[in-house]
């Protein structure tokens, strides 16, 4: 049974920064890709960073330059560096990793950005 499992989440002030991190069990192959989700209250989960197993990145428009999204030493982690965080910022991010034809998600860990 594939897991994923965040974590590194929690509230921090506006231009402050966090680390999440994303550990994967009960897999053996490496992901295709992983990717960091987030969704905000009231609105729809959106794609925030994703890593190929090439390296490849990409991130949404509204974090780029503040965000990095990196690969672990241990096969299948995955971290989000969080930096000049804003309040529009806050939602639960989740980590959601694509092998094949099937997706995994973790259980979500909450961002709050508030002064």
């Known amino acids: 049974q594939v897991q994923l499992v965040e974590s590194g989440g929690g509230l921090v002030q506006p231009g402050g920064s966090l680390r999440l991190s994303c550990r994967a069990s009960?897999?053996?192959?490496?992901?295709?890709?992983m990717s960091w989700y987030r969704q905000a209250p009231g609105k729809e989960r959106e794609l925030v960073a994703r890593?190929?197993?090439?390296?490849?990145?990409n991130y949404a428009d509204t974090v780029k330059d503040r965000f990095t999204i990196s690969a672990g030493d241990a096969k299948n982690t995955v971290y989000l560096q969080m930096n000049s965080l804003k309040p529009e910022d806050t939602a639960v991010y989740y980590c959601?990793?694509?092998?094949?034809?099937?997706?995994?998600w973790g259980q979500g860990t909450q961002v709050d950005v508030s002064s």
């Open positions: 009960g897999i053996i192959f490496s992901f295709d890709h």
């Open positions: 959601h990793a694509f092998f094949v034809q099937y997706d995994f």
């Open positions: 890593i190929t197993t090439g390296g490849d990145t």
